[in-house]
C-alpha cells in the first residue's frame, strides 16, 4: 500500500507540475474548494516551487455552513441534493471563482469514510467540479480503498482532469 500512494503522490506531483506549466504560460491563477480532501489539493500545488505565480487560494469548506459562508453555495441547494452531490460540486467551483482572483477553480465534495457514507452515496463517492474560461465541469467518481487511498485518488482525479480539461 505504501508504494502505491508513494506512486499516486509521484503521480499527483507530476501532473500539479503539468498544471503549473500550462496555468504559468496563461498567467492564469487556480483556485482549490475542498471537502474530503481538506486541503490536499491546495498543498500538493503549493508543495511546488515558485508556486505563488500560479496558485491563488484554497478554500476548506468541510462543513455546509463553510460551503455557503465562504463559497456562497446556496443552503437551500445542500439541503435539496445533499453536500455530496453535483450541483453542489459545480456551485463550489463557480463560487471558489467568485470569492477569489483566479480564472481556473477546482472543487470536490465526498465521502471519504470510514463512515459517512449511505446506499445512494457510498464511501468512496466524490463529485467533481472545474470551473475553466470555456466552463464549467463536473463528474462523479467511486473510489475504492481506506481514507487515505480515497483522499490521495481524488487529488489525483482532480488535477489530472483539469490539465485535460485546459490543454
Known sequence: MSDLLSNQELSAQHVCG???NFLSQKQWMLATAESCTGGLIAAACTDLAGSSLWFERGF?????????????VPAELIEQHGAVSEPVARAMASGALAHAHAQ??????????????SADKPVGTVWFGWATPTGLFSDCQHFAGDRA???????QHALTRLLALLT
Not at 476548506?60 to 455557503?68: D, F, G, I, P, R
Not at 481556473?104 to 457514507?117: D, E
Open 60 to 72: 476548506v469548506t468541510y462543513s455546509n455552513a463553510a460551503k455557503t459562508e465562504l463559497l456562497g
Open 18 to 20: 503539468l498544471v503549473s
Open 149 to 155: 487511498a480515497v483522499r490521495a485518488a481524488t487529488v
Open 104 to 117: 481556473v477553480a477546482v472543487a470536490v465534495t465526498g465521502v471519504a469514510g470510514p463512515s459517512g457514507g
